[in-house]
C-alpha cells in the first residue's frame, strides 16, 4: 500500500463522519464567501470609469434640504468646472407598485450628457429626449425588468413631491454602473411643483482629476456664510456617505464571519480528535515498526488537511455557481445591482479553511508524538 492509499484509506475509514466534515466545512465556507461578498456589494460601491472627474454638491445641513437654483451661475464661473446641472432625486413609486427599487432624477439633458459620459444610448434618440419636455431617459435594467421599449408611458405616483409624473420613454441607456434609473426634465418637475426655484443637489464634472480637488474647495468656499451653504464632494464620496448610513453592517458582517469560522474549527478539531483517538493502537504499532514522530505528524496533517480542502472547494466552488448563475436584481427586488464573488474573496475563503484544516491536526498530532508504544497499545478501541 501507498503513503497516499493509506492516508486516504484512514480519512474515509468512518464515511458517514467523513461525508459529515467535507459537508460542514462546505457549507461554512460557502457561508462565508456570501457574506464576505455581501460586505463587499454593500461597503464598497461599484465606481465607474468617469467617477473621479463628477462632483456631488448637496446642502450642508442635510441632503433632505433643497439648494437654490440661483447658485448655478455661481458654480459655473468656477474655474475647472466643464458642466454642472441640478440632480434632483424625485422618488416616485412607479405604476401601481408599492414600493418602487429604482430611482428618478430631474437634471438638465444638456449638461447632463457631458456628465455622464460612461453610458450609451442604445435605443431611441438622447436628441429626441431633449426636444420633449415629457419624455425620459431610462436604464436598460428597468427595461428589461417591466419589459418596455422607447414610446411607452411611464407614471410615477409623487412621494416627496405633491405632484405625478406621466413620462415617454425617449432613450434606453447602458454601460453605467447602474443601469436602472431613470432622468427627466427639471422643467418638467419646477412646473409640476409650482417652480419653487430650488434643486435637490448640483451635479458637476471637473475637467481632469488633477483640478477635482481646488473644484471641490472652491465649491465650498463660494457658498459658506451664506444662507445655503453647500458641501461638495467626490462621487464616490457621496456613494459611501450613504453606505454609512447602514451603520456599522461591516462590523456586523464580520462578527457573523468569525462565528462561521469558529463554528468551521470546532468541526475540524472534533473531527481530526475523534480520528485519531480511535487509532492510538495503531499509530503505536507504526511508532514500534520504526516510524518517526514526523511520519506520523505528517500522516495526521495530511488526513486533516484534506478533508478540509474538499470541503473548502465545494463550498467555495459552490457558491461562486450560485452568485454567478443567479440574478441577484431579481431575487433582492433590485436592492443588490450585482453580487461578484471576486477571486480575492474565494481565495481568502480558501485559506480559511486550508489553516483550519492545518490547526485542527496539531493537536492530535501533538498527543500522538508524546505517546510512547507502550501506552498507545494499552489504549482501548
Not at 3 to 27: D, E, H, Q, Y
Amino acid at each position: 500500500m501507498t503513503v497516499t492509499g493509506f492516508i486516504l484509506k484512514n480519512a474515509l475509514r468512518n464515511t458517514r463522519r467523513a461525508l459529515l466534515t467535507i459537508s460542514s466545512v462546505a457549507v461554512s465556507s460557502a457561508l462565508l464567501v456570501s457574506l464576505m461578498t455581501l460586505e463587499r456589494e454593500l461597503t464598497v460601491p461599484p465606481e465607474a470609469e468617469g467617477a473621479s472627474l463628477r462632483i456631488i454638491a448637496r446642502n450642508k445641513v442635510s441632503l433632505m434640504q433643497p439648494l437654490p437654483a440661483k447658485q448655478l451661475p455661481a458654480i459655473q464661473r468656477i474655474p475647472g468646472v466643464v458642466t454642472v446641472t441640478p440632480f434632483t432625486y424625485f422618488g416616485g413609486l412607479y405604476a401601481q407598485e408599492e414600493f418602487t427599487s429604482f430611482a428618478q432624477f430631474a437634471v438638465d439633458p444638456v449638461a447632463f450628457q457631458s456628465i455622464i459620459v460612461d453610458g450609451r444610448i442604445i435605443d431611441g434618440s438622447y436628441e429626441g429626449w431633449v426636444k420633449n419636455r415629457t419624455g425620459c431617459l431610462v436604464g436598460a435594467d428597468t427595461v428589461k425588468r417591466y419589459g418596455l421599449k422607447v414610446g411607452d408611458p411611464m407614471r410615477f405616483r409623487g412621494t416627496f413631491y405633491p405632484c405625478d409624473l406621466d413620462l415617454r420613454i425617449d432613450a434606453i441607456y447602458e454601460g453605467t454602473v447602474d443601469d436602472r434609473n431613470i432622468f427627466f426634465q427639471h422643467k418638467l418637475l419646477d412646473e409640476l411643483s409650482g417652480d419653487p426655484g430650488t434643486v435637490g443637489t448640483w451635479y458637476l464634472r471637473a475637467e481632469s482629476a488633477e483640478v477635482a480637488d481646488r473644484v471641490i474647495q472652491q465649491v465650498n468656499d463660494t457658498f459658506a456664510n451664506t444662507s445655503a451653504e453647500v458641501r461638495a464632494e467626490s462621487e464616490r464620496a457621496f456613494q459611501m456617505g450613504f453606505v454609512s448610513m447602514w451603520g456599522n453592517v461591516s462590523n456586523l458582517i464580520r462578527g457573523v464571519n468569525l462565528v462561521v469560522v469558529f463554528t468551521l474549527a470546532l468541526v475540524a478539531v472534533s473531527t481530526m480528535s475523534m480520528a485519531v483517538r480511535e487509532r492510538f493502537r495503531e499509530l503505536a504499532v507504526l511508532k514500534a515498526l520504526g516510524f518517526q514522530r514526523r511520519d506520523l505528524f505528517g500522516f495526521i496533517l495530511a488526513e486533516g488537511f484534506g478533508l478540509s480542502v474538499v470541503g473548502g472547494a465545494l463550498g467555495i466552488g459552490g457558491a461562486w455557481a450560485l452568485w454567478t448563475l443567479t440574478d441577484i436584481q431579481a431575487m433582492t427586488s433590485g436592492f443588490l445591482i450585482v453580487f461578484e464573488v471576486t477571486p480575492r474573496i474565494m481565495g481568502t475563503a480558501a485559506t480559511v479553511a486550508t489553516l483550519l484544516g492545518v490547526v485542527s491536526s496539531i493537536g492530535p498530532a501533538v498527543a500522538v508524538g508524546r505517546m510512547s508504544v507502550v501506552e498507545g497499545l494499552k489504549t482501548l478501541d
